[in-house]
């Protein structure tokens, strides 16, 4: 046989079993082989376990505050901010940020107590900043629905640092208001993101945790680190989630009782005062 049809017909069943395994994986919801691309659809199944930890009450309690340190700021404001007769929770951020990228796993796991995503998707923070590749999510395109709440989210720039979404008028009197002029946030954090408005009420300014924790794994070894409250993955994303879950639970006056009732909250908010 010539060798050149050899080589062909060898060719040729490569890239058949390379477009079978292809179609496989993507008919599996996003599987493992997808994780880790930019922009590719969180899997239904790692939504679904995402929930589940988040509504896990013996988890969150037993984290309580967990590794957190940087807690959100108390504001002066009379009135929650409303969107659609909701409490609002405001996030800004971007996705090449590192500091913003830690951030989302909390707030994904916060915001699941609430509500549910649609349209999550994968993301790393930038391969060239401080902890680069971060795996994270963008909140870019996502949906949430909540009875209780509405999200507002703005990811201003891509993790190549290319322009994304500018805030409305509203959003940047919020941020402008509550951070760049706000006495109670440092100086040196002042202008910076992450930043989370929760109502008004209170702001988050700057990361509470360090993106450190999840050097090294990916989106399915995190999750699955997230059912050991000894380790210091699930001690810093539920800690995390779990402040971000007082401040919602104070703007809303404990909707959701299930949630809200737990002990850690209440400790939580105490310790902000």
């Not at 913003?100 to 923070?125: D, E, P, Q």
């Not at 760049?180 to 002042?190: E, I």
Request: proline share 5%; charged share 10%.
């Amino acid at each position: 046989m010539d060798k050149r049809l050899l080589y062909v017909g060898i060719g040729i069943i490569i890239a058949i079993v390379v477009v079978v395994a292809l179609i496989l994986n993507s008919s599996n919801g996003g599987g493992k082989a997808l994780i880790g691309q930019d922009n590719v659809a969180v899997s239904a199944q790692q939504l679904l376990q995402l929930k589940d930890i988040a509504m896990n009450a013996s988890i969150a309690d037993a984290v309580g505050l967990g590794s957190a340190a940087n807690l959100p700021t108390f504001t002066n404001a009379s009135s929650v901010f409303l969107t659609n007769g909701k409490p609002t929770v405001l996030y800004i951020g971007a996705d090449f940020c590192p500091y913003c990228a830690i951030t989302r796993w909390g707030m994904v796991i916060a915001m699941l107590r609430f509500g549910n995503f649609t349209k999550l998707h994968y993301m790393t923070s930038s391969a060239t900043d401080v902890y680069p590749n971060t795996p994270t999510f963008t909140f870019y395109n996502s949906s949430y629905q909540s009875n209780v709440i509405s999200f507002i989210e703005l990811e201003e720039e891509t993790n190549t640092y290319k322009p994304l979404q500018s805030p409305t008028a509203l959003e940047n009197n919020v941020f402008t208001k509550y951070d760049l002029n706000n006495p109670n946030v440092a100086s040196q954090l002042r202008g910076g993101i992450p930043f989370i408005d929760y109502g008004n009420i209170s702001i988050q300014a700057a990361a509470e945790i360090d993106p450190q924790v999840v050097k090294g794994y990916d989106w399915s070894q995190i999750i699955s680190l997230l059912n050991n409250t000894s380790s210091p993955v699930t001690l810093a994303l539920i800690g995390e989630a779990n402040v971000f879950t007082a401040q919602i639970c104070k703007i809303t006056n404990n909707s959701n009782p299930a949630v809200c009732s737990q002990p850690y909250i209440k400790q939580i908010l105490s310790y902000q005062s």
